[in-house]
T-cell receptor, first 114, second 109 residues
């Protein structure tokens, strides 16, 4: 099956710092990658859809200036949480589309902002 | 509006069978997915149905009725490792996934 990796798996940072999370499709090219956030005991919430070579499409309520997404190549998308605050602490998960309506998830990144 | 409904929590006994139901309403429809998610981990793909009927894959089966906007995930011969959350997601006309809140399945010995 298709493999998607994320790095780092866990990160702890101080309030006000920025954190970059990488999402890579290891054995396929993904023109579209998705970024999700999941709070404890809640379902996945789509943050944005990342398209290679173009600007990301953000869901309503997600601040695009705070959550910077770059999809520079067909195998890499990055999410940068800028000026992170404790309320940004969450589980961030990316997925990559292999085909229409088929997504494979990365292992997730646990972000803790102190 | 778009909506996915599934039970919040279910309990079953090891070795038994459990059925997790999901109803959906979406703008357009491009398939119904089931994912398994263990605590602290990302979801893993279980099944995809786009046509009516039952898809069987080992101990897990998934059923879809498009006319009723209904799906279920059937787990047989339950094992303790099946304790997890099971997420139902429907693809809409834009090929985006609309997620249910997940069903937490508790397996008791």
């Amino acid at each position: 099956g298709a493999v998607v990796s994320q790095h780092p798996s866990r990160v702890i940072c101080k309030s006000g710092t920025s954190v970059k999370i990488e999402c890579r499709s290891l054995d396929f090219q993904a023109t579209t990658m998705f970024w999700y956030r999941q709070f404890p005991k809640q379902s996945l919430m789509l943050m944005a859809t990342s398209n290679e070579g173009s600007k990301a499409t953000y869901e309503q309520g997600v601040e695009k200036d705070k959550f910077l997404i770059n999809h520079a190549s067909l195998t890499l998308s990055t999410l940068t949480v800028t000026s992170a605050h404790p309320e940004d602490s969450s589980f961030y998960i990316c997925s990559a589309g292999l085909a229409e309506n088929e997504q494979f998830f990365g292992p997730g990144t646990r972000l803790t902002v102190l | 509006g778009q909506n996915i409904d599934q039970p919040t929590e279910m309990t079953a006994t090891e070795g038994a069978i459990v059925q997790i139901n999901c109803t959906y309403q979406t703008s357009g429809f491009n398939g119904l997915f089931w994912y398994q998610q263990h605590a602290g981990e990302a979801p893993t793909f279980l099944s995809y149905n786009v046509l009516d009927g039952l898809e069987e894959k080992g101990r897990f089966s998934s059923f879809l009725s498009r006319s009723k906007g209904y799906s279920y995930l059937l787990l047989k011969e339950l094992q303790m490792k099946d304790s997890a959350s099971y997420l139902c997601a429907a693809g809409d006309s834009n090929y985006q996934l609309i997620w249910g809140a997940g069903t937490k399945l508790i397996i008791k010995p």
